[in-house]
């Protein structure tokens, strides 16, 4: 059973990095056939694509959102980060990672728990 | 980017009845990848439906999905306590994915 659990602090500054880590266990994170996304919902909010990192380190990032931020891996601790420079109270949200099965009929088939981030000073 | 619009934003039903939720897409979207998810208090959404009719492992069969182009629609045949969530569908077939704003499935 693959479990995701996201890790970080929850309260960030303005202005400052939010930093994130899913840790990834009864799977591979170096497996082919599997995105590795994160995804955000701000409070009573809906969903928000943030993007995604898979095979050998590739990204893929929502437009929106390019500009400031960076996925990486870490194969050898089986954990995917989330870096999100220069946040602002609209950064306020639940962060969560996910994996996604691609392939003909892609699907995000396990979620962490979320973690819930707070942009203020 | 892709728009869902969720319809209706929030659905009145009784247990054992049936809810039909719509989500419609401002561009065609191939069903491959059209999904749908579902939402409850505190919890991270569940996968229910992918390629617009496939059910999840594990996912009741009074759940089913269908649609292609820019109507989809997700249909619970007989609600049982645990159903009344939120909804989303979602599209990974364009970049950026994009979720639909939810439908509310509450108890009437």
Known sequence: QVQLQESGPGLVKPSQTLSLTCTVSGGSINTVGYYWNWIRQHPGKGLEWIGYIYYSGRTYYNPSLKSRVTISEDTSKNQFSLKLTSVTAADTALYYCAREEAGATPRLDYWGQGILVTVSS | ?108
Request: hydrophobic share 30%; aromatic share 10%.
């Open chain 2, 1 to 108: 980017e892709i728009v869902l619009t969720q319809s209706p934003g929030t659905l009145s039903l009784s247990p054992g009845e049936r809810a039909t939720l719509s989500c419609r897409a401002s561009q065609s979207v191939s069903s491959s990848y059209l999904a749908w998810y579902q939402q409850k208090p505190g919890q991270a959404p569940r996968l229910l439906i992918y390629g617009a009719s496939s059910r999840a492992t594990g996912i009741p069969d009074r759940f089913s999905g269908s649609g292609s182009g820019t109507d989809f629609s997700l249909a619970i045949s007989r609600l049982e306590p645990e159903d009344f969530a939120v909804y989303y569908c979602q599209q990974s077939g364009s970049s950026p994915y994009t979720f639909g704003q939810g439908t509310k499935l509450q108890i009437k």
